[in-house]
């Protein structure tokens, strides 16, 4: 069964306090590896994609960095808009094409 | 940019009845899907369609759960007869096969089961 465990469940930063969101994954060969913001009462909103390891994706203040078992998202000096639930989701082989498995996600505090 | 739309954002109905949430995938797309989530816990797959048929469905989707694709625009999730424990954020989310390769997702529909 895939599975996407993300950690740490909550993170409260000051801002300009940088720090890294981890996403660990088991999968029956991985297709993707995807990155989602999501606000209160919100959908997810698509950040990044990794297909392999080794990858990295940047953008603005967020890094997605990706390893054969588990995915990093590096923020660098955060600003209270950065303020959001992070969601890891997995796209695995052997399932209809787009099918996602999300983490439980990782509550993001940035105080100013 | 493009979007996904969905009504109604809110929908409180009593428990045995039936209702149907709609969506309006972005209108390229040929892969769509529904997702849930339960207050304070992950977002969970239920469906996923393609070609006016399902493509895989989990086993929260059981005979009570069905979707359809009335015409060119709009996907639907009907609930037979809504029990306590639907009570959720329903996301429909749709995709391309020509890129960008990732789901745009919906702004969601709270569905409260009383």
């Known amino acids: 069964e895939d599975q996407v465990t993300q950690s740490p469940e909550a993170l409260r930063l000051q801002e300009g306090e940088s720090s890294s969101l981890n996403c660990s994954y088991t999968?029956?060969?991985?297709?993707?590896l995807f990155w989602y913001r999501q606000d209160p009462g919100k959908g997810p909103e698509f950040l990044f994609t990794l297909y392999s390891a080794g990858e990295e994706k940047e953008k603005e203040r967020l890094k997605a960095t990706l390893t054969k078992k588990e995915s990093f998202l590096h923020i660098t000096a955060p600003k209270p808009e950065d303020s959001a639930t992070y969601l890891c989701?997995?796209?695995?082989?052997?399932?209809?094409?787009?099918?996602?498995?999300f983490g439980q996600g990782t509550i993001l505090t940035v105080h100013p | 940019e493009p979007e996904v739309t969905q009504t109604p954002s809110h929908q409180v109905t009593q428990m045995g009845q039936e209702v149907i949430l709609r969506c309006v995938p972005i209108?390229?797309?040929?892969?769509f899907y529904w997702y849930r989530q339960i207050l304070g816990q992950k977002v969970e797959f239920l469906v996923s369609?393609?070609?006016?048929?399902?493509?895989?469905k989990s086993e929260i989707f059981d005979d009570q759960f069905s979707v359809e694709r009335p015409d060119g625009s709009n996907f639907t999730l009907k609930i037979r007869s809504t029990k306590l424990e639907d009570s959720a954020m329903y996301f429909c989310a749709s995709l391309t096969d020509r890129g960008p390769l990732f789901q745009y997702f919906g702004p969601g529909t709270r569905l409260t089961v009383t």
């Open positions: 209108s390229n797309h040929l892969y």
């Open positions: 369609f393609y070609n006016n048929e399902i493509s895989e």
């Open positions: 999968v029956s060969g991985l297709r993707g």
């Open positions: 989701a997995v796209e695995a082989g052997g399932t209809s094409y787009g099918k996602l498995t």
